[in-house]
């Protein structure tokens, strides 16, 4: 539907587009520096051009999108929609994508910097780790080089895939962290097996050490910037990785602070690439720790005066079936758009047996739809 603009020039349109098709638009527009309503406009002129059997874009979780075009074009593109025997979602979908693809342009030149996907919610059992360890997965099937580092201290990512867990008063994460380190970083990184992953997935264990990493910071008179505490420690490593994914651990202390430092968009990188992912689940204490996170982050974005994008949210462990909390709830967090649902993730049995089987999910199960979700995350944020 559409509602006229103050001007009537142009009118408000109401329609859905998936989730990871609205996150690219966002992110190119940004690089382009044009509105989006200015993109989506182009998109839909140029589809409308297009003649022949267009390739269906695949809208399955398609949620509601708003954008204003000019008067009389949202009729016209119902008409196309109509002779094409196709749904308004799907030409919108099919206008993106199109948009997409013709303004894919050259690779953006090589920073030197690794993205950074920092997966961060002060509530646990969200499936943090789960969403840590598929995205990086998902990442290296796709030729990436990637560091997958355990932040959190109860090591459920180490042991999920098989990592022993570097001991008490080891050289580890934590003593980089407070620059006592006594060696290389380099030679705490075991590398994930798999064929998928073609050894371009490397972990940095946890560390039982990371049960003190607050105190120890917050003792610490050497460090005079305790929120770049992770970046300092992981900088002479980066240059190793096109990726490098950070598994939070539950809590809204200084580790926290530094993994949200470490998130944010330096110099030079593009927008949409470098952030934090947030899942969550649909159920309203999840909502509660959801607004303590983005206090954090905003607490730390107005301090050191720097931007931390939120790439989006992963709705884990869905079941229609609990009733209107999860229902309701579910919508509610659609509904945010700003950051979008980036996925929603079933409550379903193959990670719960990749976990016991002590394999990547990706490697475990690559044809289930949670391999599919992860891939998808991986596309959205990339």
């Not at 990547?360 to 998808?376: C, G, I, V």
Request: glycine share 8%; net charge negative.
């Amino acid at each position: 539907m559409a509602s006229p603009y103050p001007d009537g020039e142009r009118e408000k349109v109401a329609s859905k587009l998936p989730s990871a098709l609205r996150q690219q638009l966002k992110v190119r527009a940004a690089e382009l520096s044009i509105d989006i309503q200015d993109a989506v406009t182009t998109a839909i002129h140029d589809w409308q051009a297009k003649t022949g059997p267009l390739p269906t874009v695949d809208t399955a979780g398609a949620d509601s999108f708003s954008t204003w075009l000019p008067a009389g074009l949202y009729d016209q593109f119902k008409a196309t929609c109509s002779t094409r025997d196709v749904s308004y979602t799907q030409g919108l979908a099919q206008s993106i994508r199109g948009w997409l693809d013709s303004q894919a342009g050259e690779t953006p030149p090589d920073t030197g910097i690794p993205e950074r996907k920092v997966v961060a919610n002060q509530k646990g059992g969200v499936g943090k780790t789960s969403v840590s360890a598929g995205i990086a997965q998902a990442a290296a099937e796709a030729g990436k080089t990637v560091l997958l580092v355990d932040f959190d201290p109860q090591g459920h990512l180490s042991d999920q895939l098989g990592v022993e867990q570097i001991g008490p008063g080891e050289d580890s994460l934590v003593t980089h962290m407070n620059a006592e380190g006594r060696g290389d970083i380099r030679d705490l990184l075991v590398t994930i097996e798999g064929e998928r992953f073609g050894k371009r997935l490397q972990i940095l264990p946890a560390c039982f050490d990371g049960f003190l990493l607050d105190a120890k910071l917050a003792t610490n008179r050497v460090i005079r910037h305790k929120e770049t505490a992770l970046e300092r420690a992981l900088e002479p490593i980066e240059s190793d990785f096109d990726v490098v994914v950070i598994d939070c651990p539950p809590s809204l202390g200084m580790a926290m602070d530094a993994a949200i430092y470490y998130a944010r968009r330096r110099e030079n990188e593009r927008q949409g690439v470098s952030g934090m992912v947030i899942p969550v689940l649909a159920e309203d204490s999840s909502a509660t720790a959801y607004t303590m996170l983005s206090q954090q982050i905003e607490s730390i974005v107005e301090d050191c005066n720097i931007d931390v994008e939120s790439l989006g949210l992963v709705v884990n462990l869905y079941d229609s079936r609990r009733g209107y909390v999860a229902t309701s709830s579910l919508t509610a967090w659609k509904n945010l758009q700003d950051p979008p649902v980036l996925a929603v993730i079933g409550d379903l049995k193959e990670q719960r047996e990749a976990v016991r089987k002590v394999k990547p999910l990706l490697q475990y199960a690559p044809l289930s739809e949670q391999a599919e979700a992860m891939r998808q995350i991986w596309s959205a944020i990339s």
